[in-house]
């Protein structure tokens, strides 16, 4: 992906924030709050306090990754798909909540084993999985759901060949992360959404790039002419 197309997604995913910001700072307002909350140390040796943190942690989830799933339809519609409150429980719906916590434990796994052999396969990795849940609300939504494996298999595929352009793409947000620390803390009510929004973007160019079906099903352990054999 070169860096003209690279600066066109992020162009875009800016455009998109800046029209509707009111709306998007509504829709990132709880993922960010928990987000924030989640990275303040606390006594973990008090049971009430661990208790607390980790249902944080369970909101966060709930709530990013809705987002993460509102803001594909958003992109797509070109405008915002609903009210932004109600939105926050997006992946709660029975069509995806299932999918996501086996896909996010999977996954989990995967990269576990990977970065037990070595650090870097496990970086790799996670680029490589990075799109499973995009794929499997793709499929869900038209009504061929994907299997769990199948999910995390077509996303190595779709990233194949774009796992730098990704790294790269992360890496262009350095210096907003430098500006979130300089205005300690308040920019992230606009480099999240940003970020988000961009990674988002990302996903929707690489399906027109490669012509990507996500509903597509995998024989035999190939999909697309995948012939390859590694575990997930």
């Given at each position: 992906m070169q860096t003209v197309r690279r600066a066109e997604i992020k162009a875009e995913a800016k455009g998109f924030l800046m029209k509707f910001y009111v709306y998007n700072l509504q829709l990132f307002l709880i993922p960010i709050l928990t987000m924030i909350l989640m990275s303040v140390s606390t006594d973990t040796n008090r049971w009430g306090v661990?208790?607390?943190?980790?249902?944080?942690?369970?909101?966060?989830?709930?709530?990013?990754?809705?987002?993460?799933?509102?803001?594909?339809?958003?992109?797509?519609a070109g405008q915002p798909t609903g009210a932004p409150i109600s939105q926050q429980m997006e992946m709660t719906k029975k069509k995806y909540f299932f999918g996501v916590l086996m896909i996010s434990l999977l996954s989990y796994i995967y990269l576990l084993l990977w970065t037990l052999l070595l650090v870097i396969p496990g970086i790799i990795k996670s680029f490589s999985y990075s799109q499973a849940l995009n794929l499997y609300k793709d499929s869900v939504d038209a009504g061929q759901p994907l299997g769990y494996n199948e999910a995390i298999t077509k996303s190595r595929e779709l990233m194949n060949g774009h796992k730098i352009d990704m790294l790269v793409l992360y890496l262009s947000f350095f210096f907003w992360g430098l500006f979130v620390i300089v205005t300690l803390g308040l920019a992230i009510f606009f480099v999240y959404p940003y970020y988000t929004i961009t990674v988002q973007n990302f996903y929707l160019y690489l399906l027109r790039e490669k012509n990507?079906?996500?509903?597509?099903?995998?024989?035999?352990?190939?999909?697309?002419?995948?012939?390859?054999?590694?575990?997930?």
């Open positions: 661990a208790l607390v943190g980790f249902l944080i942690s369970v909101v966060n989830f709930i709530t990013t990754n809705s987002m993460q799933y509102v803001t594909l339809d958003n992109l797509r990507f079906e996500p509903t597509a099903r995998i024989v035999d352990g190939q999909i697309l002419g995948d012939d390859t054999n590694e575990f997930e």
